[in-house]
């Protein structure tokens, strides 16, 4: 609701000037619309707050104390149920916004799937060798890769082009071999490679240990699915010398073997 009004208010200027003449009324005591509907949420906590205090100062035999013991517990469930309910909400509206700037061409909003990272990276066109601006979103199940559209900016409708979607438990992540262009590494499925590259080091190891995290945990959560083999070298220099092999999955070695891997163009 707090997005609809913010929105609307940035659209219309004549909606605008509506909820400044309402903010400087003497009933809205000098705070906004969306002050006021953070009110219910902000309360629990300090119910909580002031129970706690009072609890402490109150004598150990005092006839108010169990009574405040059980008011303190339901406050506190509630205050607890408030913050995993406005996680979820954090989380639903994360996905629906990255779900709105590929042009709504994939479904992400999912009960079990969070972003995990987002950010530009450089593509190095496997036809041409250009070195192509994209978007990559980390999802705790998916990788995206994008573009951006063109025009410059978007003003409104979605800001990227899906290019190519990974299953993360299908991935394997391997060190660049690039000779005349630093920070690189490879993302390869039993179909496909992408060799994609930062500006810096950290941005590098940043991406790498995030698709890492990613990939660990959905085998954890997959009890079905063993991790087989798990090997992440750091060499000398502090690169990365990778290969992951996951038994059970659709990107084993013997796979990539018998089937070459097409390079993303």
């Not at 609809?4 to 705070?31: P, V, W, Y």
């Amino acid at each position: 609701a707090m997005n609809l009004i913010n929105s609307n208010q940035a659209k219309c200027s004549r909606f605008a000037d509506i909820m400044t003449q309402i903010h400087m009324l003497e009933s809205c005591g000098n705070l906004t619309l969306q002050h006021h509907m953070l009110s219910p949420v902000q309360r629990i906590p300090r119910y909580e707050m002031l129970l706690r205090d009072y609890l402490r100062k109150l004598p150990v035999q005092d006839e108010d104390r169990h009574d405040t013991t059980k008011a303190l517990h339901l406050v506190a469930t509630a205050a607890s149920h408030a913050n995993e309910a406005m996680k979820k909400i954090d989380k639903f509206q994360t996905l629906l916004t990255v779900q709105e700037s590929v042009g709504g061409c994939v479904d992400l909003v999912s009960p079990t799937r969070e972003l995990i990272k987002q950010g530009k990276i450089i593509k190095i066109s496997a036809r041409s060798g250009d070195h192509q601006e994209r978007y990559l979103y980390l999802l705790s199940d998916l990788l995206l890769l994008c573009s951006p559209r063109l025009g410059g900016r978007v003003m409104h409708g979605p800001q990227h082009r899906l290019r190519a979607r990974y299953n993360v438990e299908n991935i394997h992540v391997l060190e660049g071999d690039n000779l005349e262009t630093a920070n690189t590494f490879y993302i390869r499925d039993a179909s496909k490679t992408v060799e994609l590259y930062t500006q810096t080091l950290d941005e590098k190891e940043a991406w790498i240990a995030a698709l890492f995290c990613a990939i660990e945990e959905t085998y954890r959560r997959k009890s079905s699915l063993r991790l087989s083999d798990h090997h992440i070298g750091v060499g000398e220099d502090g690169d990365y010398s990778t290969v992951l092999s996951y038994g059970g999955g659709g990107t084993s070695a013997e796979l990539l073997g018998q089937q070459p891997p097409v390079l993303t163009p």
